[in-house]
């Protein structure tokens, strides 16, 4: 049984309280300077594949296999033989014969990391599968929520904007939902879910109502890429119904803070300088949190190499 990292779903709370803490252990070794574990994954070559652009999730990726001491192999589609028509199985099957230790696959066709890891005998680690699933990106913003309130249970938090077609959004349901948080979804009628990703959401269409009492903010990017773009208002009109201001985020607790996992566009979905207020604003301090993050997924993923090597 490989260790592949698909979907919040496939782990119990205790299994996913226990990755936090694993994240926790890097983010405090790094900050100490004393990463200590630099040879975990020595003579490990890990290979990325993606499909879509990512400027966090991959370097993320890399920095935190480096950090173990392992080999980063980064594939790249448009110099692949893709290019030559080479089919996506026929593609994976080969890079699969190269015999990589694991593979981290982002794509925006649906399900494509499950589907990898039923064709590779190494670990896959999803690294976004299309409006679907970032599970990685769940853990990061779990382990920046926990670090700022010391807890998710209870809280308030609420996920704003393009709902409908963010696999953030998907894998965060999961993960907040089963640690225990109260979740709102605070969205245009035309950006919900078609049905809704857990049990016990609230729903919002009016951003000032949904606001109230909230402990944290989650802001979405309108994932343009996915829809049909006439739905869409100009900027404009969407800022002013449902853009992060400074007016609104007085609706919430005091002490609430923002987040975001990136790319943002500011003066669409967020008010130009929220961003960069160190007082309410956690957007690089979650960038942050993907290294440990990740070397926690790393380290679970392939340590039942490790664990059969030593045997
Ligand atoms: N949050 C996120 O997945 O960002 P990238 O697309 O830059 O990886």
Request: with cysteine.
């Amino acid at each position: 049984m490989k260790n592949h990292f698909l979907n919040i779903a496939d782990f119990t709370p205790h299994q996913l309280t226990t990755f936090l803490d694993r994240a926790q252990h890097w983010t405090d070794a790094l900050n100490n300077n004393a990463p200590g574990a630099g040879d975990l994954l020595k003579d490990k070559v890990i290979l990325t594949l993606f499909f879509e652009n990512s400027t966090r999730t991959r370097t993320s990726f890399e920095i935190a296999a480096h950090r173990f001491g392992a080999r980063v192999v980064n594939w790249d589609v448009k110099s692949s033989s893709m290019s030559k028509d080479e089919s996506f199985l026929d593609t994976i099957q080969t890079l699969g014969a190269m015999k990589p230790d694991a593979v981290i696959i982002r794509s925006s066709e649906y399900n494509a990391p499950y589907f990898v890891s039923t064709k590779l005998d190494c670990p896959v680690i999803n690294a976004g599968d299309s409006h679907r699933a970032h599970p990685t990106q769940a853990l990061l913003d779990a382990l920046t929520i926990r670090q700022n309130k010391g807890h998710i249970e209870g809280l308030n938090i609420a996920i704003c904007g393009d709902v409908a077609h963010s696999r953030v959004a998907g894998s965060n349901f999961q993960m907040l939902s089963k640690l225990g948080a109260n979740i709102r979804i605070i969205a245009p009628e035309f950006l919900m879910p078609e049905k809704m990703p857990a049990p016990n959401i609230q729903t919002f269409t009016d951003m000032d109502k949904g606001l109230q009492d909230c402990d944290v903010i989650m802001m979405l990017r309108i994932q343009k890429e996915r829809m049909d773009t006439s739905q869409i208002p100009d900027d404009a009109t969407y800022f002013k119904d449902y853009g992060l201001t400074r007016s609104r985020l007085a609706l919430a607790k005091d002490n609430v803070v923002v987040m975001h996992p990136g790319p943002m566009n500011r003066g669409v979905e967020i008010a130009e300088d929220i961003p960069d207020d160190p007082k309410v604003s956690l957007i690089l301090k979650q960038v942050e949190n993907g290294v440990p993050a990740r070397m926690a997924v790393l380290e679970w993923a392939l340590s039942y190499q490790t664990q059969r090597a030593a045997a």
